[in-house]
């Protein structure tokens, strides 16, 4: 498994930007509010997945307290990680389109619609980056040179 690539959740960021965008562009006077509860449940999600990234390298490190690691977990929080940041730049990207849509907008609906966008943006930044940061945690380590 290789690991993911920056581009390639840049990309993802940038084509749902620019559906939501578009969307929100065309149907914005037909959807309800945002609710804060989105961008509230990524940052739990990312604040777990930060954890288990510390955690996880406690135990890879064999640091005093910590129980070993079986690498079939290892590997299973790999795969999470290798998923979540995709979804994480996806939906970065929906709330930075709805964001630069709404940024132009005034009244209460658009201004409480602007602050749930930036919520969005941020708390899926920050589990792009958890996520980013537990798929490091679990690449296997080169093996040190043989001294043959």
Avoid: W
Avoid at 29 to 43: C, R, T
Avoid at 97 to 122: N, T
């Amino acid at each position: 498994m290789k690991p993911t690539r920056i581009t390639v959740l840049v990309l993802l960021a940038a084509a749902a930007g620019s559906v939501s965008y578009l969307l929100t562009s065309n149907f914005y006077n037909d959807i309800p509010p945002l609710p804060l509860l989105g961008p509230i449940f990524l940052v739990l999600l990312a604040a777990a997945e930060a954890y288990t990234a510390s955690t996880t390298a406690a135990r890879l490190a064999g640091r005093p307290r910590t129980q070993p690691i079986h690498p079939l977990t290892v590997a299973r929080i790999a795969v999470l990680a290798k998923a979540t940041s995709p979804v994480a730049a996806i939906a970065a990207g929906a709330y930075a389109g709805v964001l630069a849509y709404v940024a132009q907008l005034e009244g209460p609906h658009a201004s409480a619609d602007l602050r749930a966008a930036i919520a969005g943006v941020v708390a899926s930044v920050l589990l792009a980056i958890a996520a980013l940061a537990m798929e490091r945690v679990c690449r296997v380590k080169e093996p040190p040179p043989d001294d043959r």
